[in-house]
Structure formats: structure tokens, C-alpha cells
């Protein structure tokens, strides 16, 4: 299956025999481990065999072998260095400051594609858990306003984003919502054109005006 979402050039997402064009923000929807771990660590090692440039951000528990479970599915692919594959901790990248802020997050994501368009300009594969935003964090009431802030961001980028949501951790108001703010879907083994996504002009000036001067 091939989603095209733009003019930029086709990538393999490193699962299920997938592509998609660069720019296009993901909804992973997943029920177990072993699903888990095919999206999150097929798409990092494909990224790993391109020499693009890696963002992962599992939760707490899988933090220490993530880099290990990548590698292994591409044993013939140079071990990464620091700077390719950025691995923070929930903390580190969403509540720095002991309270999530969609701005915060929105500049921390430019500062990431700044630096690399100076140092090269590769293409950029970002993913993460999002067990984190189950705690109670001051600020994690506007998480799916960053989530559709993420779009605008993503948009015409050669970056790609995927957010693993676990379907028996999350209630389904939360999943619900996370389905509006993201285009596509990945669930049950494919990737679909999510219907239930709405446009962040529109899912803003609804849910959370307050961030809309983020669009611009």
C-alpha cells in the first residue's frame, strides 16, 4: 500500500512492506507488545539502513533496549552514533519543566529539524510511547492540541511521526481524539486514510482556540 500525502519523495516505512510520502503523521493504535515493537523498531531500522536521522522515545521500561532491538533487525547496518538516533526519555522530551506545553514541544521540534538542516539535512523518523500522558502532568489537558499543532509542523517536511497509542491502556474518548488530530492510521497489521481526522484550523477552533496563533 502506497499513501500519498504529498509531492515529497516516497519512503519505506520499514513494516509491513509500507510506503508513504515524507511529511505524514501517524496514529499507531496497538494491543500487544509484539505489535508494538514491529511499527516502532521496523520503521527505526529501515531509518537506521537509510543513515537518516532517528527519534525515538519508548516508554520508561523499554528505553534501555530500544537502540539493541533496532539494531538487531538490521545486523549488517553500522551501530548508530548519538547524534543519528536520539533516544530521550518521556521526562526529557515532553515535561523538561515538570508541565507539558504544546509551544514548548512545538520549538523543541524545530530546534531538532534546525540543527539537522545545518548538519546535513537528512531525512527525520520520529516515534514514540504515549503511555507518559496516562500520569497526571500539569498541562497534559492540551495534548492533542500539540498533536494537531504536530500536523502543520510535519507538513511539507521530509520528516515522518509516529505516535503509539496502547488501545487497552487509553480510554476511548482519548483514543477518539487522538484519531481527530492525526491523518493516518495504523492498526491491526495496516495503515489506513484515518476518516475521523479533522483539519487543525478546525480541531483548534473548536477544542482549543487558545493555540491556534501556533498555526501561524
Known amino acids: 500500500m502506497h499513501l500519498r500525502t504529498s509531492d515529497l519523495a516516497v519512503m519505506t516505512l520499514g513494516f509491513g512492506g509500507y510506503t508513504c510520502n515524507w511529511g505524514t503523521h501517524f496514529c499507531g493504535l496497538y494491543e500487544s507488545e509484539a505489535e508494538r515493537d514491529s511499527i516502532m523498531f521496523g520503521f527505526l531500522a529501515q531509518g537506521l539502513r537509510e543513515r537518516e536521522l532517528l527519534v525515538c522515545c519508548p516508554d520508561e521500561q523499554n528505553h534501555d533496549h530500544a537502540i539493541d532491538s533496532v539494531c538487531a533487525l538490521c545486523p549488517d547496518t553500522a551501530h ?4 543519528s538516533f536520539r533516544l530521550p526519555c518521556p521526562q526529557e522530551l515532553y515535561h523538561p519543566q515538570g508541565f507539558f506545553s504544546p509551544h514548548d ?3 523543541a521540534h524545530e530546534d531538532i529539524w534546525d ?9 527525520v523518523r520520529g516515534t ?4 507518559w500522558a496516562l500520569e497526571k502532568i500539569p498541562g497534559i489537558e492540551h495534548l492533542m492540541a500539540y498533536e494537531s ?3 502543520t509542523f510535519i507538513w511539507g517536511k521530509t520528516w515522518i511521526s ?5 488501545v487497552n491502556r487509553f480510554p476511548g474518548a482519548i483514543i477518539m ?6 491523518p493516518f492510521v495504523i492498526t491491526g497489521g495496516g495503515i489506513f486514510e484515518n476518516p ?4 487543525p484550523d478546525k480541531w483548534l477552533a473548536e477544542h482549543a482556540p487558545e493555540f491556534l496563533n501556533a498555526l501561524h
Open 149 to 151: 499543532i504536530l500536523n
Open 196 to 199: 475521523y481526522f479533522v483539519h
Open 80 to 83: 548508530p552514533d548519538p547524534e
Open 162 to 166: 509516529i505516535c503509539l497509542y496502547n
Open 105 to 107: 514541544m512545538l520549538k
Open 177 to 182: 481524539k487522538a484519531l481527530q488530530t492525526h
Open 128 to 131: 514514540a510511547e504515549m503511555g
Open 115 to 123: 540543527e539537522n538542516q545545518h548538519a546535513g539535512a537528512r531525512n
